[in-house]
């Protein structure tokens, strides 16, 4: 009996097979391009987990009959690493034979660490292929960045996911003639992987297992998978696209959206009291005088979610963003302030004008600190005309009237 696991035993074993990233496998896309000019080169592959990273590395060992050798920056160190890069850089001097080094997780080396591939990348000894989660802009060295592709594989589709499934039962190196599943079985799995296509493969697996008979039902899955493991890492990436989905739905008065990337967010692990800064702050750069009352509702859901923490806190977080979904928008006081802060920061920080100055000292009066200050309540709606700018921005405006 085989115990690979299924997900590997039923990988896509040419380029064709390969679902989901039509983009850079379909005709006249650039994989494809570069495998039929028979060029090799190294890359970085950028995307979520199961969506075929790994996969796309081994077809590129398989077309072009080169050595591979695969780690995980998770468990493997760099020292390792350089034997392998070594022992290649030999291997294509004698034989003139390519040696993919598959690293899978780069980003979790560090910069330092990512300087070891240069010199093998450069003179292409080696031909490196790296798998990240993380976008390669953040987390991986310029200077690699500079001599690898990079290319972004996407998430897998339910669609897509569902054909993994639905192949794996039909494959002879997976489950043909032992399990079948149904319709509704399907579809759950499918959904609970979130593009993942190992997950699916996993929890098809382990339903198997479970199963009394060879027809896995929906109650089997449910058993084993239980409940959707939300995809969220909250130093990652997907921390700041969530927060800004967040952000922009409120901004574009849509309270449904609004609450459905907060429950994405809160479901997934989310730390509440980050989302009440957030919320805070949305409340002075979007809405701001438009409604000031914006911000005393943030500031309760802040003091709210502290007191009460989880799960009773999410209440106050949901009301706060049907709350600032639905107010009035007004940048004003952002647009405003960042105006005010440029001319702090570019213009000569002239003196503060004389008769807006405190006189508490004999001597200050004498300079003229005061003189000719004009104290607003003395004149009608306390409104005096006065200037309260230093020369160089007299008559300067910030905000409209």
């Known amino acids: 009996m085989d115990k690979t696991p299924l997900a590997d035993r039923v990988r896509p074993e040419n380029f064709e097979d390969v679902l989901g990233q039509e983009h850079l496998l379909g005709s006249g896309c650039p994989i494809t391009k570069q495998v039929e000019k028979g060029r090799l080169f190294s890359m970085i592959l950028f995307g979520p987990p199961g969506s075929g990273k790994t996969t796309i590395a081994r077809l590129f060992a398989k077309k072009f009959s080169a050595d591979f050798v695969s780690f995980s920056a998770a468990t493997s160190g760099i020292v390792e690493i350089k034997k392998y890069m070594q022992q290649s850089e030999k291997c294509k001097k004698l034989y003139n034979r390519d040696?993919?080094?598959f690293i899978d997780e780069i980003h979790r080396f560090n910069k330092a660490q990512q300087d070891a591939f240069l010199p093998y990348v450069e003179k292409g000894t080696i031909i490196l292929i790296g798998a990240t989660t993380e976008n390669p802009?953040?987390?991986?060295?310029?200077?690699?960045?500079?001599?690898?592709?990079?290319?972004?594989?996407?998430?897998?589709?339910?669609?897509?996911?569902?054909?993994?499934?639905?192949?794996?039962?039909s494959s002879e190196k997976g489950l043909a003639g032992k399990y079948t599943l149904t319709p509704d079985g399907l579809d759950f799995i499918a959904n609970i992987s979130d593009g993942d296509a190992r997950v699916a493969l996993n929890a098809?697996?382990?339903?198997?297992?479970?199963?009394?008979?060879?027809?896995?039902?929906?109650k089997t899955a449910e058993d084993i998978v239980q409940k959707k493991a939300l995809k969220y890492d909250k130093q990652g990436e997907e921390h700041y696209?969530?927060?800004?989905?967040?952000?922009?739905?409120?901004?574009?008065?849509n309270a449904d959206a609004g609450l459905y990337w907060l429950a994405r967010m809160l479901?997934?692990?989310?730390?509440?009291?980050?989302?009440?800064?957030?919320?805070?702050?949305?409340?002075?750069?979007?809405i701001g005088t438009a409604d000031p009352q914006a911000l005393v509702v943030a500031i309760a859901v802040k003091d709210a979610v502290h007191f009460i923490g989880r799960p009773e806190g999410d209440l106050a977080l949901a009301e706060c963003v049907v709350y600032l979904a639905r107010a009035p928008k007004s940048n004003e006081i952002y647009l405003a302030y960042e105006a005010a802060k440029q001319d702090a920061l570019k213009t000569l920080a002239e003196p503060v004008p004389l008769h807006i100055r405190n006189a508490p000292t004999s001597l200050m009066k004498?300079?003229?600190?005061?003189?000719?200050?004009?104290?607003?309540?003395?004149?009608?709606?306390a409104k005096v005309s006065q200037e309260y700018m230093p020369e160089n921005l007299k008559n300067k405006k910030y905000l409209k009237d």
């Open 241 to 253: 696209n969530l927060i800004s989905a967040l952000h922009k739905s409120l901004r574009g008065s």
């Open 366 to 381: 004498k300079l003229g600190y005061g003189k000719g200050y004009k104290y607003p309540h003395d004149y009608p709606n």
């Open 137 to 169: 802009s953040f987390e991986l060295n310029s200077s690699l960045l500079s001599r690898v592709k990079v290319y972004m594989v996407k998430p897998l589709s339910f669609d897509d996911v569902k054909k993994i499934i639905e192949r794996a039962l």
């Open 99 to 101: 040696t993919i080094i």
């Open 267 to 286: 479901e997934a692990g989310e730390d509440p009291r980050y989302i009440a800064r957030r919320l805070i702050r949305f409340a002075v750069e979007d």
């Open 204 to 218: 098809l697996e382990l339903s198997t297992l479970a199963s009394q008979a060879h027809n896995i039902d929906l």
